[in-house]
Structures are given as C-alpha cells and as structure tokens.
C-alpha cells in the first residue's frame, strides 16, 4: 500500500508519497512549493485571501500527484504557522471544500511525536541508548528525546524556525556579525531552560538539515558547522544557491537554520547527524503500519 502526507509548514507545503515495504519505509516521491505561510503571518494574525488560494492550489496540486502514484490514502497536516493563524478554522475549511482533504492542525506534541517517529523510524542502525531529534521548521522547532522503540521521555517546541528568526534578525544578503549574534542571542534566551537528557545519538532533519548537508556533509560537527557558516556569510544566498544547487528561497534561510542546529547541538553535548526522516515520514509510518 502506498500513502501520501502534505505537510503546510510555514515555510513550504511538501508531499511525500511512500510505501511500507520489508519493514522499511520506500520514498516513491516528494515535492516542495515555497508558501511562506509563516511570513503572511509577521504582518498579522491570519492567512489572507490571495495566500490562501495560493496555498490551495498547491495542495490541489500535489493531492492529484500523490493520486497519480498510486497513494490509497492521503493525509495532510499543518505545523506551526497554520496552528498559530488567528482564521486557522477558516483556512482549514476552505482547503477542505476546494480539494475534500481535511487537514489535521498539529500541536507541539504531536509534531514532536512525529517527527522523533519518522526520525527513529528511518534510521539504519537505532542506538541502543537515548535518541535525540531536532526538527527545524520554517515557524517552530521540535526537540526530543526518547529511546526505540519506547518512545519519547523528553520534548520541547520551541518558538524558533529558520523563517521567522531570519526575518526578525538576518535581513542582509549575506547576515552580517551583528545581525548573526542578535539571532544568536534570541536561540540562547529561548533555550536557557531547557534541559534535555544527554543522547547517545542526535539526529538533524527538515529542511535546514537537508540543505546544509550539502555544504557540510551529513555530520554537523563543529568544524563542518564553521565552515559552512563562512560559506554562508562569504557570499550572497543567490550565488550558495547556485553553487550547491538549493534553492534560492532556502539558501536565504539556511544562515537562521544553522544557527538553531549550532545551538541545540551544543545544549545536547552531541554532534548532530542529518537524518533522513521527519513529520512527513512519521505521517506515512502510522499510517502504513497500521
């Protein structure tokens, strides 16, 4: 059986289209728009019009893909920027009545559940100890800790994304220093008291992840994460896009991103590893499973 899982975050609206095969989750297809739900919000509470038929043909789009490749269920969620819209209701009803797919408003703790599901449930090798995931979004940041297959002891979702910490601090191309430690500064008063078990392996996944492994690799130790910081702030988001083929759109956010992972890697005394899977694999994992 295959399914599909478009996930409406504040940054992006993916599908993930997989199926359960040998006890393995199979990606069969994935897409992504840029929406930025979560910037239609910094001037508001709510979801415009023309932003949310936008958000809507995409979903239009991606349902009638996921369809296409054989997906028997569809599922669809939203993460933060949709749970904080003040016509939440609203927009959730007119995604319903134009396409017929209901969308499921995550909280934090669901989405920290799945995306620790879809991280756990990816991996080749679970540790036999503490596993921690952070998931950076475009709006919120899920961090969690928990052992496979018990489950999770630990999570927090924290009011930092990749999109809304760029927008409030990183507006030059590239950040300069001053800007980098004022977005530096609101990370460490956002996670002053968090205190999360010590893992025995971090696991990175979203967006921000994804993207700087192809300018660190898929180990995010410290000098992997200097180095790609000085990438980032050597050079305009056009020209990192370009070069390590990303796009532009997430290039400009990758600077915010790291400066989250940099933060969270240190707090977990770990050295983060690009994961493979997340909410949208959680999504597919309980629903194939079942």
């Not at 967006?207 to 000085?230: E, F, H, I, K, Q």
């Not at 400009?252 to 400066?259: E, I, K, N, R």
């Amino acid at each position: 059986m295959r399914a599909g899982c478009i996930d409406i975050g504040s940054n992006t609206t993916r599908l993930l289209v997989g199926e359960y095969r040998d006890g393995q989750l199979v990606e069969i297809h994935q897409e992504r728009a840029f929406t930025l739900v979560g910037r239609e919000l910094a001037g508001s509470d709510s979801i415009g019009e023309a932003k949310c038929a936008e958000v809507i043909d995409v979903v239009r789009g991606q349902l009638a893909h996921a369809h296409e490749l054989g997906a028997a269920e569809v599922r669809a969620v939203g993460t933060a920027a949709i749970r904080r819209a003040a016509d939440r209701r609203r927009f959730v009803d007119a995604v319903l009545e134009a396409t017929g797919l209901s969308v499921e408003i995550l909280s934090g703790e669901e989405e920290a559940r799945l995306a620790f599901q879809g991280a756990a449930g990816t991996l080749e090798h679970p540790p036999s100890g503490d596993l921690a995931v952070i998931d950076v979004g475009g709006g919120s940041s899920e961090l969690v800790v928990g052992a496979v297959p018990d489950g999770i002891r630990w999570w927090r979702s924290l009011a930092l994304g990749s999109g809304s910490l760029a927008d409030r601090w990183l507006r030059s191309d590239p950040p300069s220093a001053q800007e980098l430690a004022a977005a530096r500064a609101e990370v460490a008063g956002v996670l002053a008291d968090c205190r999360p078990p010590r893992p025995e392996l971090a696991v990175a996944v979203g967006g921000s992840a994804t993207s700087l492994a192809r300018l660190a690799g898929r180990v995010l130790d410290p000098p992997s994460v200097a180095r790609a910081l000085n990438l980032l702030t050597g050079a305009p988001a056009a020209e990192i896009a370009s070069r390590f083929e990303i796009d532009a759109r997430r290039a400009a956010l990758l600077p915010a991103g790291l400066v989250i992972l940099e933060a969270v890697g240190g707090l977990l005394g770990a050295t983060l590893r690009v994961g493979r899977g997340g909410v949208r694999e959680g999504v597919l994992l309980e629903a194939l499973r079942r």
